[in-house]
Structures are given as structure tokens and as C-alpha cells.
């Protein structure tokens, strides 16, 4: 199974299209309405260039009652056009790809369509395409390799407010985060915006992997407060997700990595 990190608060710079779910006759993808009717399906885009991949994981999806794929494409330049049209929940995204390459295609995506959310479904697994992943703000980075019910899983995972990463890419990103710590040539040459004791004791907990829920009881504050915090972390630090505030977190050594 692909490693699940709680990202509820990922998207609180944008507000509830992207965040929690939200209440009455609204789009709530994997979650539900006040009156307690079903959510609307979750909406999918898939984006491949090999034409029998995209079809496979349509077979795949449609099969899913609560995942709905509203469109394809077979490039970034087409995945963009296709997000800003069918505003998805959901965008699969591979890394690869002619004309326009995912990573680039991720950035583009999150201003036209910014209450997506984009899990990287690719064979790369280099590094540095994972790195550049969760800077240009995906929420979740898969190898290929998964079984066809992880895809599923990882779609509702990530509709609900988790970002996902592959076994095998989670070790390498470890690794790195440890090697992070010994090379002093990528440390800030300026220094960081300043973290009130508050954020910082907020941010050593998102780090290592907690949800708004356990922060705020282990710091006995609400549950509203470590989503204000948050979101103010974010802001400070002009980061998109929690994933990218981990790697913050171990670079500033904000949180050890043993």
C-alpha cells in the first residue's frame, strides 16, 4: 500500500473548494451532504500518453459506484485545456509525457483548476521528479506498479483530504531528507520567515505526519486553531501542502530525521 499522510489542511490558502468537505447542495467528493445524501461521485481526469493505459484505468475506475472519469488526455498541453474545462476533483497524471511534461502540467493545472487535485500515477522513480512533484503541488505520487485497487483506494484517499506516496519513493525521500541534514550548500542563504513557538510546535507535529484532530489534542487547542495555524504556516513559508512542509521541516532541522 502506498504511505498516507493527513492533508486536511493543504488547501486552506484556497478555502473550502479544495479543503474540507463542505455542507448543503454542494459538490462534496467522498464525503457527504447536511441532509445525509450520497456525495456526488468522485470526478477524474486521466492523463497518459499511451492511449491503452488511460483505457485500462477507465475500465478500471468505471467499475468504482463513487468514481466518476469525466475525461482524458494524452499530454500536458491537452491535460491543462481539460482541467480548466472539466474543473476535476481528481487529475491522474503522469510525468512523462510529449508537448508538455507532467510537473509542468501540474503547476498550469493548479491555476486554471485550483481545487484539483493531482496524484502523479507514473513509471519514473527518480527522485528528482519526485522532489519537483510536491513543489509544483501534487498531492500524491504512485508507481505504476500498484495493483488497479490501489488506484481506487489512493483516489478516495487523496478526494478526502490525504496526500499518498509510494513505498518505494517514501524511502528514497527519507534517504534524502537525511542527507538533507549533512549538506550545508542547500540551506537558506536568507533567513526563513519568522514561526511564532506556537507554528513551529504546530509544524514539528504536520511533519511528522499528524491530522489537525491529534495536533489539537496533544497541544490542547481546537481543532480550528491547528487549522489557523496551518494555514498561517503555509502563507509564512509560501508552501503548498504538508509534504512540502516536511521537507521545510528537516531542512531548517525543525524535525530529525534518525
Same mark, same amino acid.
Given at each position: ?22 455542507? @448543503? ?23 497518459? *500518453? ?23 488526455? @494524452? ?5 491543462? *485545456? ?6 476535476? *476533483? ?10 508538455? @511534461? ?7 493545472? #493548479? ?49 478526502? @483530504? ?9 524511502? #528514497?525521500?527519507?534517504?534524502?531528507? #537525511?542527507?538533507?541534514?549533512?549538506? *550545508? ?41 491547528? #487549522? ?31
Amino acid at each position: 500500500m502506498a504511505m498516507t499522510w493527513d492533508a486536511g489542511a493543504d488547501t486552506e490558502r484556497t478555502g473550502s473548494a479544495e479543503g474540507e468537505h463542505t455542507v @448543503g447542495a454542494q459538490h462534496v467528493p467522498g464525503g457527504s451532504t447536511a441532509d445525509g445524501s450520497h456525495a456526488e461521485p468522485i470526478r477524474v481526469l486521466v492523463v497518459d *500518453d499511451h492511449a491503452l493505459f488511460r483505457r485500462g484505468l477507465e475500465i478500471v475506475l468505471a467499475a468504482e459506484p463513487d468514481i466518476e472519469v469525466v475525461g482524458e488526455a @494524452g499530454d500536458g498541453a491537452e491535460a491543462v *485545456d481539460a482541467a480548466q474545462d472539466l474543473l476535476p *476533483d481528481i487529475v491522474l497524471l503522469d510525468v512523462r509525457m510529449p508537448r508538455r @511534461g507532467g510537473i509542468e502540467a501540474c503547476t498550469a493545472i #493548479k491555476e486554471v483548476a485550483p481545487s484539483a487535485r493531482i496524484i502523479m500515477l507514473t513509471m519514473s522513480d527518480d527522485e528528482a521528479d519526485l522532489y519537483d512533484a510536491i513543489k509544483a503541488g501534487a498531492t500524491g505520487y504512485l508507481l505504476k506498479e500498484i495493483s488497479t485497487d490501489e488506484v481506487a483506494t489512493a483516489i478516495r484517499a487523496v478526494a478526502d @483530504g490525504q496526500s499518498q506516496i509510494s513505498p518505494s519513493m517514501a524511502a #528514497k525521500l527519507l534517504t534524502e531528507f #537525511k542527507s538533507m541534514i549533512q549538506r *550545508d550548500d542547500e540551506r537558506r542563504l536568507v533567513p526563513a520567515p519568522r514561526l511564532t513557538d506556537r507554528e513551529v510546535e504546530v509544524l514539528r507535529l504536520v511533519a511528522t505526519g499528524k491530522n489537525n484532530r491529534d495536533i489539537a489534542k496533544q497541544l490542547f487547542i481546537s481543532e480550528n486553531t491547528v #487549522k489557523n495555524h496551518v494555514r498561517n504556516i503555509l502563507e509564512k513559508l509560501q508552501l503548498h501542502s504538508r509534504m512540502e512542509a516536511v521537507v521545510y521541516a528537516v531542512r531548517e532541522k525543525i524535525l530529525e530525521i534518525h
